[in-house]
């Protein structure tokens, strides 16, 4: 039994409910291998690096478990499986006295506008472009500073 | 030029990490490794950056990691 950590993003157009659902799927697997889960960290919808899928955002969770090694197979094939998860990363847990909910909210909005050059925290936004795409298109049109940053993030959405 | 040369022969790098103390470098941490790469998105080489051998061999590991999870980017955004 080692410990390890497991991390997947979900798409961003997943809601409240189905991100419940593919954590507990991901508990189930770690439980019936024998694991046993030790912390579940969400981080929250955060902007990606680079896109994914054709998506600028995603839902990051962390689950932290102890288990053997046949998990680890197992969870990599569900997650293959699944297309709702962009990305996975399972790894020996670092022991690292600081869980990943250990960064502020502000830091991380702070370091999201940095890399791409763009600023601005995806959350209202990303309810807006997915309910109407029209409106936001005009919207991204309007000359103001504020403005054009959300044009920018949703052409890449587009 | 020699006199410069000179100069930068005496600058001595010190690990920046050793420094710090670090133990292990995290691939969550993402303000760190934003600083361990090039504004292309490289990992700074030890002959630039200083770092020694074990705590470039963590960074490496972790900027890799971290570029899968999409916390950091593969090749920065203006470049591509």
């Known amino acids: 039994m080692r410990e390890y950590e497991t991390v997947f993003i979900l798409h961003p157009e997943i809601d409240e409910a189905g991100?419940?659902?593919?954590?507990?799927?991901?508990?189930?697997?770690?439980?019936?291998?024998q694991g046993e889960v030790t912390g579940v960290y969400k981080w929250g919808r955060r902007k990606l690096a680079y896109p994914i899928v054709k998506v600028n955002e995603g839902f990051y969770t962390l689950i932290r478990f102890r288990s053997g090694p046949e998990v680890l197979k197992e969870l990599d094939r569900r997650y293959k499986i699944n297309e709702?998860?962009?990305r996975h990363?399972?790894?020996?847990s670092s022991?690292?006295?600081n869980p990943p909910d250990y960064r502020p909210r502000e830091r991380r909005g702070e370091r999201r506008g940095r890399p791409m050059g763009r600023g601005g925290r995806g959350e209202g936004r990303f309810s807006e472009r997915a309910?109407?795409?029209?409106?936001?298109?005009?919207?991204?049109?309007?000359?103001?500073?504020?403005?054009?940053?959300?044009?920018d993030g949703e052409d890449l959405g587009r | 030029m020699p006199k410069k040369s000179a100069?930068?022969?005496?600058?001595?790098?010190?690990?920046?990490?050793?420094?710090?103390?670090?133990?292990?470098?995290?691939?969550?941490?993402?303000k760190r490794l934003m600083r361990a790469i090039t504004d292309r998105g490289k990992i700074v080489p030890r002959r630039i950056s200083g770092n020694?051998?074990?705590?470039?061999?963590?960074?490496?590991?972790?900027?890799?990691?971290?570029r899968v999870l999409a916390l950091i980017p593969f090749v920065n955004e203006s470049y591509k």
């Open chain 1, 19 to 33: 991100i419940e659902r593919q954590i507990e799927s991901v508990r189930k697997t770690i439980e019936e291998g």
């Open chain 1, 84 to 86: 709702s998860v962009l």
């Open chain 1, 89 to 92: 990363l399972t790894v020996h």
């Open chain 1, 95 to 97: 022991g690292e006295p």
């Open chain 1, 131 to 151: 309910g109407d795409g029209v409106a936001d298109e005009s919207e991204g049109f309007v000359d103001d500073e504020d403005e054009e940053q959300e044009a």
């Open chain 2, 7 to 30: 100069t930068k022969v005496l600058r001595r790098k010190v690990c920046k990490l050793c420094l710090d103390r670090v133990e292990h470098v995290d691939y969550k941490d993402e």
């Open chain 2, 52 to 66: 020694c051998a074990r705590h470039q061999a963590q960074i490496t590991q972790a900027v890799k990691r971290a």
